[in-house]
């Protein structure tokens, strides 16, 4: 688990630890994916053949054009549409992410995908039609394709040459929960510090989770309570948070900001407004 432990820094400067993505989860993810794509296609080449909409010599046209045309739009757009994940990541628990820490863009879904034909379908579909050509033309095709296909095992990250041509990465993403023993009042002479919704509503579940776990210990060394104080800098400035703040009121600004917005968040739950994390679209929901 250490081995495939990182740390990416946002741009709010705050460290996030995250699980690289196992090689047998990706590769679950895309044969769950392949079994949505080409069961999408047998069933379209299924109906062509009992309206008898084409001839059997076209068939074999509309399967190839199928297999570019529906592939292709179902990677990019589901990736676009739930954040980095198809239904296959979406089972396993994993998700594509920036590598710098910021948001997904579009362009690095679309590069990385495309990527994916040249890197997983053209090899995989030439090793097994088996059409390598002849003599060391045929060996070289062999190496080249084999080096493509294990790239992924070669490097601490599990990067594609479409991760690293389009700046992502794929991490777990397990199932998200709050525990609830940080949401209880513990100390009775609280500083009571007060957040409104303008200050709840800039971050999600996940900026939650990563400040749960700081808050899972108290810091005990130099280095800790610094950690605690740049963190407390950071997010008084996302949510332009203005009032004055001594240092050794910190610990209780993060702990009071844990609570309400934990409970923010849990409320518009119930109204069906799940809120993912700071970058969450309400429009693509």
């Not at 999600?204 to 700081?214: C, D, K, P, W, Y």
């Amino acid at each position: 688990m250490k081995d495939r432990r990182i740390e990416i820094v946002p741009p709010e400067g705050v460290p996030v630890s995250l699980n690289v993505a196992t090689a047998g989860a990706r590769f679950g993810a895309q044969t769950l994916d392949i079994l949505i794509t080409f069961g999408g296609m047998f069933l379209i080449l299924l109906f062509v053949i009992f309206t008898n909409f084409l001839d059997e010599g076209l068939l074999v046209s509309l399967f190839f054009l199928l297999t570019f045309f529906l592939r292709v739009p179902y990677y990019i757009f589901s990736e676009l549409v739930w954040n980095g994940r198809t239904l296959g990541k979406r089972i396993v628990k994993i998700r594509v992410i920036s590598a710098d820490g910021g948001r997904l863009t579009p362009h690095q879904i679309v590069a990385r995908n495309l990527m994916k034909e040249v890197e997983v379908f053209l090899p995989a579909t030439t090793l097994l039609t088996g059409n390598f050509g002849n003599g060391w033309t045929g060996f070289a095709i062999i190496v080249w394709m084999c080096a493509i296909l294990l790239f992924p095992l070669l490097n601490k990250r599990r990067l594609r040459l479409g991760d690293m041509i389009a700046g992502t990465l794929v991490v777990e993403q397990p199932k998200a929960f709050l525990m609830p023993d940080l949401a209880a009042p513990k100390v009775k002479n609280a500083s009571g510090f007060v957040f409104d919704v303008s200050h709840l509503n800039i971050y999600g579940r996940f900026e939650l989770q990563a400040l749960e776990g700081i808050l899972r210990e108290r810091p005990k060394t130099p280095d800790a309570r610094q950690r605690v104080s740049d963190v407390v800098r950071t997010i008084r400035r996302k949510i332009n948070y203005v009032e004055p703040l001594l240092p050794n009121d910190h610990w209780a600004f993060l702990t009071d900001f844990y609570r309400q917005q934990r409970a923010y968040l849990e409320s518009r739950q119930l109204f069906g407004d799940a809120r993912e994390n700071k970058f969450h679209d309400k429009s693509k929901d």
